[in-house]
Every structure is written in C-alpha cells, then in structure tokens.
C-alpha cells in the first residue's frame, strides 16, 4: 500500500466515510476472508 511495495500484505481502509459504511465494509472483508481460509485450507 505504498509507492515502493514495502506494505504489499496490508489493507488500508480510508476512515473518511461514515461509520455505518465503515462496519460494513469490515463486515464484508470478514466475510471474504473467511472464504479465503476457507478455500486456502481445502488445497492443503
């Protein structure tokens, strides 16, 4: 998440929007998350 690709493992979220849209936007990187590990897992 920078110019030279030092913070390529992280995820920025702008704190600029409205707390509701926030929580969903947590909720929704949760939910996809689960999913990533989910799959990730059933490859092993």
Not at 8 to 37: K, N, Y
Request: with cysteine; charged share 30%.
């Amino acid at each position: 998440m920078c110019v030279d690709g030092r913070h390529r493992a992280g995820l920025r979220l702008s704190f600029a929007e409205a707390p509701h849209a926030l929580r969903d936007a947590v909720d929704r990187l949760t939910v996809a998350w689960e999913e990533h590990t989910r799959r990730l897992a059933a490859t092993v």
